[in-house]
């Protein structure tokens, strides 16, 4: 199947710092979602990314669709310890039509150092 | 709460017992999709129903397992004779609009014994 591959798999930043973490794959994505889920938690929408190039935020989180649609990163400026989680990226293929399946990277671990 | 809801929220099963998850939709969606999620995993798509049909099945295995979405009534993924294999927690999510947008609810997570 389709791959996405995600990096890096984990991340142990001290509080304060920023943080960036990006998703590739040699297919084309019609759209980039970014994904953060607890521990025994359902995934939550982060931010969504429709057009090869937007730059979207949400706080203090930034992502950006990669010009060639085939790759996507996330940064969060100014970390704080409820950021950590497991994030992840998710696209929907290109030729996907109305069915929104989506593929999902192995995710970032981040840990949070008060 | 308007939310995507799943239950049971976690299910034990003795191998060769059945498992039935259960997901409503977002109210006003009616797009509904099941991921498989392993231990340090990322979510593996399942399949993808709206009201009465599937649509996208490509995910999910041959055997033992099915899902249906009826004209009334929440979504059921159906696992007959689990194995150990099947243990993992199963989310759901639905759309609406068609944003490409998915909303996940918190998981069913089976272990089998």
């Known amino acids: 199947g389709q791959q996405l591959n995600q990096s890096p798999q984990s991340m142990f930043i001290q509080e304060g710092e920023d943080v960036s973490m990006n998703c590739t794959s040699s297919?084309?994505?019609?759209?980039w979602l970014w994904y953060k889920q607890d521990p025994g938690e359902g995934p939550v929408l982060l931010i969504a990314l429709y057009k090869a190039g937007e730059l979207t935020s949400n706080g203090r989180l930034t992502a950006q669709f990669g010009i060639t649609r085939k790759d996507s990163f996330l940064n969060i400026s100014a970390s704080i310890p409820s950021d950590v989680g497991i994030y992840f990226c998710?696209?929907?293929?290109?030729?996907?039509?109305?069915?929104?399946?989506?593929?999902f990277g192995k995710g970032t671990l981040l840990t949070v150092n008060p | 709460n308007a939310g995507v809801m799943q239950n049971p929220r976690h299910l034990v099963r003795r191998r060769g017992q059945e498992a039935r998850l259960r997901c409503s939709p977002m109210?006003?969606?009616?797009?509904v999709y099941w991921y498989r999620q392993l231990p340090e995993e990322g979510l593996k798509f399942m399949v993808y129903?709206?009201?009465?049909?599937?649509?996208?099945e490509s995910g999910m295995p041959k055997e033992r397992f099915s899902a249906e979405f009826p004209k009334e009534g929440p979504s059921i993924l159906r696992i007959q004779q689990v194995v150990r294999g099947d243990s993992a927690a199963y989310f759901c999510a639905s759309s609406g609009l068609p944003t490409g947008e998915l909303f996940f609810g918190e998981g069913s997570r089976l272990t089998v014994l």
């Open positions: 297919s084309i994505f019609n759209t």
């Open positions: 998710a696209g929907q293929l290109e030729g996907g039509g109305s069915n929104y399946k989506l593929t």
């Open positions: 129903l709206q009201k009465e049909n599937i649509i996208d």
């Open positions: 109210k006003g969606h009616s797009h």
